[in-house]
């Protein structure tokens, strides 16, 4: 069965700070993998999407980027956190033709 | 420009009554439309779905509706039972690329 991990599952980290938020998916090969953003009072905002290793789309203009290093990892970064990057950060992964996304646990960022 | 909208952002129902969540989307090339149900501090979890092909998709007490010429969507949710009480987002679809949530319903099932 196909497992999703997101870590870590809590971050405080200071203005100016940099981010790494990594994501991997085990038991498939090729998943369409996602970042998303659910800020306070909030929908799940898109902010990246990758169909294959390398592959990044960005929905958003943000102080954010992401990377697909490997098939099965997608990781979040940031150079200077700002504190409008407060949320909660979720990884999903799907697989195409299948529209579902499954999510992972979450992160929730506080920019102090 | 949000393509994907949930007007209500919460709503209250008596347990065992219908619950009823709308959704509207902007964009003609979603072509399919699911729902999700989410509890505080955790990812999101796959409800339903439906094809643009079909107007109406059934798994128990769930049944989504499909409007294509009113670009709305509904979830109906009967008997409603305390446990639904959770957000419940909208997403949409453009050929299996990508996701596209709506803001989320805040739904209450009172005792």
């Known amino acids: 069965s196909q497992t999703i991990h997101q870590w870590p599952a809590t971050l405080v980290q200071p203005v100016g700070s940099p981010l790494s938020l990594e994501c991997t998916v085990e038991g498939t090969s090729n998943p369409n993998l996602y970042w998303y953003r659910q800020a306070a009072g909030r929908g799940l905002q898109l902010l990246f999407y990758?169909?294959?290793?390398?592959?990044i789309s960005s929905e958003v203009p943000q102080n954010l980027s992401a990377s697909r290093p490997q098939d099965r990892q997608f990781i979040l970064s940031s150079k200077k956190l700002l504190l409008s990057d407060s949320g909660f950060y979720l990884c999903?992964?799907?697989?195409?033709?299948?529209?579902?996304?499954?999510f992972g646990q979450g992160t929730r960022l506080t920019v102090v | 420009d949000q393509q994907v909208k949930q007007n209500s952002p919460s709503l209250s129902v008596q347990e065992g009554r219908i619950s009823i969540l709308n959704c509207d989307y902007t964009?003609?090339?979603?072509?399919?439309f699911l729902w999700y149900k989410k509890y505080p501090a955790e990812g999101p979890t796959f409800l339903i779905s439906i094809s643009s092909i079909k107007d109406k998709n059934e798994d128990g007490r769930f049944t989504v509706f499909l409007n294509k010429s009113a670009k709305h969507l509904s979830l109906h949710i009967v008997p409603s039972q305390p446990g639904d009480s959770a957000v419940y987002f909208c997403?949409?679809?453009?050929?299996?690329?990508?996701?596209?949530f709506g803001q989320g319903t805040r739904l209450t099932i009172n005792p």
């Open positions: 999903a992964w799907s697989r195409a033709p299948i529209a579902e996304a499954f």
């Open positions: 964009n003609s090339m979603f072509d399919y």
């Open positions: 990758s169909v294959g290793i390398g592959q």
């Open positions: 997403a949409a679809s453009p050929g299996a690329q990508k996701l596209v």
